[in-house]
């Protein structure tokens, strides 16, 4: 039986899923024209599943594509050249598995090459990349980096600059063809001087919170396998109370389907999602710690979010204003 997944990531073999058929489309798409892209969203909105998912989708539909996948979360504080050496490292590791994947060897020359390499700054990443195009032949190589806000801070700029100047200079093939940058903050908050971006080629990839029909198609899921129903009030209800938030969505759905025990046959209705709720309230979760951090650090959050607590849609443009007004503040450290 499947569950609704808590933990990172989720899969279609084990959790039920949202299949954002729309969002991967277009994602796919952007790839396959070559560009580079963030996908730049708060925590456990889906990130990682959703660029795991496209990836999946696109060696599917067309095996020429050449997908590996860093991350970037263990670089925080780690010096330039320790970085650079570490992500060839990761380069070779995560190219030697996509073949081993495809149930195929790389050339002998492809593994001198990456074997041999080393890189200790930007230039000579460029280099390498440049290289390793001509060792992948029709392959269109394609990386996607998760958690790239652990990018050491000095050396974010070089790095930037030189996946600027591969996109620009076009040479045929783009190696990488195509990159997505995935974290949760933007390009501007990790820019080191506040100046321009040196990535102003970005594609910014919006991944938005589920619609009540893709909470639908969530639940569905498990009332399809198991035949307990939600009262349609409940769904709208989960849906309302999350904001459509995935792994909020998951959480209550977890707590209503395996933690308060109702019996299988009895649909799930207002009571038991009460239950759910004030449940959920107490306990401790990553989102609500983030909000409480912001608040300890500039006391204007605790009133925009009580604002937002006490929602109604006359204010709604006000309070977005003030909390972007805010969110500046904290980014400027005043
Ligand atoms: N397509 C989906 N269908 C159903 N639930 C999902 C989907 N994508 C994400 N979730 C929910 O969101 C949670 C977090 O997913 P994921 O780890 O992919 O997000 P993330 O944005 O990469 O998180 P983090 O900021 O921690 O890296 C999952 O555990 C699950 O509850
Ligand atoms: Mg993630």
């Given at each position: 039986m499947k569950t609704f997944g808590t933990e990172g990531p989720v899969s279609p073999e084990k959790n039920y899923i949202v299949?954002?058929?729309?969002?991967?489309?277009?994602?796919?798409d952007?790839?396959?024209?070559?560009?580079?892209?963030?996908?730049?969203?708060?925590?456990?909105t889906g990130k990682t599943t959703f660029f795991q998912l496209a990836l999946d989708m696109l060696v599917a539909e067309d095996p020429t594509y050449f997908p590996i996948e860093l991350n970037f979360e263990a670089y925080v504080d780690v010096d330039p050249v320790d970085f650079y050496r570490s992500l060839v490292e990761d380069i070779r590791e995560g190219i030697v598995h996509n073949f081993q994947k495809r149930g195929s060897t790389p050339t002998k020359a492809l593994m001198s090459f990456l074997d041999a390499a080393e890189i200790t700054n930007h230039l000579l990443m460029l280099r390498f990349f440049q290289h390793l195009a001509s060792l992948l032949g029709n392959q269109k190589f394609v990386v996607i980096i998760d958690e790239f806000d652990g990018i050491p801070t000095t050396a974010v700029r070089g790095f930037l600059h030189s996946l600027r100047r591969i996109y620009l200079t076009r040479?045929?093939?783009?190696?990488?063809?195509?990159?997505?940058?995935?974290?949760?903050?933007?390009?501007?908050?990790?820019?080191y001087d506040r100046s321009v971006s040196p990535f102003n080629i970005h594609d910014e990839f919006a991944l938005p919170?589920?619609?009540?029909?893709?909470?639908?198609?969530?639940?569905?899921?498990?009332?399809?396998?198991?035949?307990?129903?939600?009262?349609?009030?409940?769904?709208?209800?989960?849906h309302k109370q999350t904001g459509g938030q995935p792994f909020l969505v998951n959480r209550c759905a977890r707590i209503l389907t395996a933690e308060l025990e109702i019996p299988k046959i009895d649909p799930i209705v207002m009571e038991h999602f009460s239950s759910a709720h004030a449940r959920f309230l107490r306990e401790q979760n990553r989102n609500i710690q983030h909000l409480l951090t912001n608040i300890r650090r500039d006391r204007c959050f605790e009133r925009i979010l009580m604002?937002?607590?006490?929602?109604?849609?006359?204010?709604?443009?006000?309070?977005?204003?003030?909390?972007r007004k805010c969110e500046r503040r904290v980014l400027r450290g005043i």
């Open positions: 299949s954002r058929t729309a969002e991967l489309t277009d994602f796919i952007r790839i396959k024209q070559g560009k580079y892209l963030v996908i730049f969203a708060p925590c456990q040479s045929a093939p783009q190696c990488p063809h195509s990159v997505g940058i995935v974290g949760v903050k933007s390009i501007a908050q990790l820019d919170n589920f619609t009540l029909e893709q909470v639908h198609e969530l639940l569905g899921q498990y009332t399809d396998e198991v035949g307990q129903v939600f009262a349609p009030e409940v769904i709208e209800s989960l604002e937002i607590a006490s929602y109604d849609k006359e204010s709604a443009t006000r309070e977005i204003s003030d909390h």
